[in-house]
């Protein structure tokens, strides 16, 4: 699993659905966080997002390369 996530713009970010709890316990094992922060794979592209910037962090972590074990 590669946990990536993305800052967006703060007018946009409003307009996203709110993070769920497990969103919020997957962005805090990420590096590099801001307020706008949001998992990648929750904004999902629609008409009320059009021309949204997100900026991709400089590094992200993989859980299968930094070791870490499934249950």
């Known amino acids: 699993?590669?946990?990536t996530w993305k800052e967006l713009?703060?007018?946009y970010f409003e307009?996203?659905?709110e993070a769920c709890e497990d969103e919020m316990d997957?962005?805090?094992l990420a590096f590099g966080l801001?307020?706008?922060s949001r998992l990648g794979c929750?904004?999902?592209a629609a008409k009320e997002i059009d021309g949204i910037r997100v900026r991709i962090p400089s590094a992200s972590?993989?859980?299968y390369v930094d070791g870490h074990k499934p249950k």
């Open 1 to 3: 699993m590669k946990l």
């Open 9 to 11: 713009n703060p007018e």
């Open 15 to 17: 307009k996203l659905p």
């Open 26 to 28: 997957m962005l805090d």
């Open 34 to 36: 801001t307020e706008y």
């Open 42 to 44: 929750q904004v999902i």
């Open 61 to 63: 972590r993989n859980f």
